[in-house]
């Protein structure tokens, strides 16, 4: 099975448990809307490329692994869609969730989500249980407080934002978590991947910032200038779309630079290398994630 | 250390660690405005009253568990007096989360109070590693989909609700998580204990009912008849005052007589006995859970 077909795997079965018999047949479509089609997958296909760098010896955690982050960060975008903060009309070319649903069904997705990627976690642990608790530490600690998702999203509510720290906690730790979680799943020393996650969710999150204003809404697959239209920090603001540009290039460079030795880096490089195409400027084709 | 300090400590070591140095100050401040002062603890409290039935034999374990439930139900609260559902002005004698701060605080507190949980579970269970599959799997049962409490809130979006589901979904599921994880986190046999709290999550619905109906807004900490004013289903409205007390005690005495044979099974039905008093319409004086 290809990376593509074990991630979409893990997240119809997640899914499909949570959305089962008893559950009230809108919210088990809720979950199903906004888990699927998705994006390009960016931070599972991640996640699955260091498990297989590090020997992939536990595939089924490592797929879990892979599909609870994917699963936070399609909470996090049902969630930040709703009328209180970004108020978007679509996602991922088709109508926000709040848009075809409702506002009720769209927390109530975003919460179901969250608790899916611990419960899915959780159930693959089988596989190995002593990996359980570092993997729900590090995963929560990518969307929870201090300095996750979740505080990322709420430095929006204060009078000043780090900029430095927004980034990090809003895009770059649940980057950060797919890597180190990939490492983790497969048994291996996690604490050296980190790095690599940091720098790919800091190009991704400078990628889009490059993408919010010159690509096609249709690719993009949502409303281009949100970041202006929202009063939100941006690389290109900062930095000019040409320094943007730069800045993205040193932080591909970085990050394959960073990866640790192990049985499958030179492999690893190359995926990312081509992974991480779409991601810049020239090609804005296949960006959305 | 007594029940409730082990409860107050707990959450409040996780809550100071969510709202850590690197956390925006607001939402530092709404995590703890979320958990304290807290109501009658009544989850958590009854989850480590089963631990103690069962020996307690690893008390951190079973703190964490029941300090995880009783986040979750902050989270729920939080979420559930949102514009988008009930729109309540007030919660345990002050002003709801989302009037003291604004909706976007709101939701990042209850999807970061999510997060918490979980992660508190993890970050105990080094005092026995193999029961926190079992812990993540029963509590995040109870609070996902298909049953869990996001499930029974999602009822409330459909044209027709099956009150029973409803009820087990919104309630009932926390509270047999209580006593099944109470059970689990001392290391005994879970399934005998989930009638207990499923009796009694039944019963403090039909409690809640009552008060919602009888009880002194004051006492009550938010305001009455909120049910009818949301159109929601209701066991006075079904059963008449009398019929709603009756079938209280009922569930009350099926309680007691579920608990299974263990060391301090004798204790429990005491200390059950007490702590239920309150639920009583005769005695509405200490209902806020």
Known sequence: MDVSQRIEKTLESAVSKAGGTSCPPKLAECLKYAVFPGGARVRPRLSLAVAQACGDGTPKLADAAAASIELLHCASLVHDDLPCFDDADVRRGKPSLHKAFGEPLAVLTGDALIVLAFETLGRHAVHAPDRLAPLIGVVSQA??????????????????????????????????????????????????????????????????????????????????????????????????????????????????????????????????????????????TRHAA
């Open 143 to 284: 969307v929870g407080g201090p300095s996750g998702i979740c505080a990322g999203q709420a430095w929006e509510c204060e009078p000043s934002v780090p900029l430095d720290e927004y980034h990090r906690a809003k895009t770059g730790s649940l980057f950060a978590a797919a890597t180190v979680a990939g490492a983790l799943a497969a048994g291996a020393e996690p604490s050296g991947w980190r790095r690599l996650g940091e720098c790919l969710g800091e190009a991704f999150q400078v990628a889009d910032d490059i993408c919010d204003h010159v690509a096609d809404p249709d690719v993009l697959g949502k409303p281009r200038n949100q970041d202006i239209a929202n009063d939100r920090p941006n690389a290109v603001q900062r930095l000019g779309l040409e320094g943007a540009g730069q800045s993205l290039q040193a932080l591909l460079d970085e990050a394959i630079e960073s990866i640790p030795d192990c049985e499958g880096a030179q492999q690893l490089r190359t995926v990312i290398a081509i992974q991480s195409k779409p991601f810049m400027p020239k090609g804005f």
